[in-house]
């Protein structure tokens, strides 16, 4: 039996996309049509939520050739936890849980988009590399954007996010239970790979793009006070952002807190004291951070 296993290092992903296009010789034309059927009915996030890095397709694989649990899709809910066990023969079970809130008119985990704060973001382009279907737009050390009718909501922009500039909103859109609108991230997902694919190809055989041996040569021509004081300035400009971005997040809870206050009884909220002095020592912080590109005394 051709087993699809979940991935448990970098290198699994790959593993996962070869299993998930096993052509219909190699395991049978009614299986392959039952991956097709299931992968058609994932929401296609390709968010690797249930343990396959790459994706949904890799998952529908898994199910039929390896026996994988049928409820480990998080968007899906327990609707299609129970659709594909039934499709399956598994025995329903409840569906992996979700950190959102269940839309009463699914049953399913509400969608949510993501959404970059424009004014704090630095333009760092790891966001743009993690979006499974390129739903990010912006160039490097520019102002970075989602498009929001390709979002798929799959959480994956937030960890790479170095200022947490990136927040997930709740939406309405239905666009998960919408069957032409899953087919439109899947083939978005599948450019995506397409184009990464094409990256690997063309770089194999080459150097890297900075290879340990360039890096240590261009380090050794660099005095150790030049590269310090670069490494101290970059990693400053960071530590500023995040700070920055803080502050922005603590004076909007601010600003809420003060309406909700003159709207209700007129009594300030006893969070507002807390939160005042927190802005005031993020202030400071900023205020008091030394010039990186200034060489110590």
Not at 27 to 51: E, F, V
Request: proline fraction near 8%.
């Amino acid at each position: 039996m051709t087993v699809v296993s979940k991935p448990n290092d970098l290198t699994a992903g790959v593993d996962q996309l070869v299993a998930a296009e096993l052509s219909p010789a190699e395991i049978g034309s009614d299986k392959l049509d039952r991956i097709n059927l299931i992968d058609d009915l994932l929401p296609q996030t390709q968010c690797g939520q249930c343990g396959f890095v790459e994706g949904c397709r890799p998952y529908a694989a898994a199910m039929v050739l390896s026996d994988e649990p049928a409820n480990l899709c998080v968007p899906g809910g327990q609707p299609l936890a129970d659709q594909l066990a039934k499709l399956l023969g598994q025995a329903l079970k409840p569906a992996a849980p979700s950190q959102w809130p269940i839309d009463p008119v699914t049953d399913k985990p509400v969608e949510v988009e993501a959404v970059i704060d424009e004014a704090l973001c630095i333009g760092c382009y790891k966001c743009v590399t993690a979006c499974p279907v390129d739903a990010i737009v912006g160039a490097a050390k520019l102002m970075h954007t989602v498009i929001a009718s390709d979002c798929t909501g799959c959480e994956l922009c937030l960890e790479p996010c170095p200022v947490d500039c990136i927040d997930l909103v709740e939406v309405n859109t239905q666009k998960l239970n919408q069957p032409h609108l899953r087919n439109q991230f899947k083939a978005r997902h599948a450019r995506h790979q397409e184009r990464l694919s094409g990256l690997v190809k063309h770089a194999k055989g080459s150097a890297p793009i900075v290879s340990a041996k360039q890096t240590q040569a261009s380090s050794a021509s660099v005095s150790p006070l030049s590269a310090q004081l670069s490494a101290s300035s970059a990693k400053a400009r960071i530590e500023a952002a995040k700070l920055r971005t803080q502050l922005a997040k603590l004076k909007r809870q601010q600003v809420a807190l003060m309406d909700r206050a003159r709207s209700d009884t007129g009594a300030a909220d006893p969070k507002l004291d807390n939160l005042n002095a927190e802005i005031q020592h993020l202030e400071a912080r900023l205020n008091n951070k030394p010039n990186p590109t200034n060489p110590p005394s």
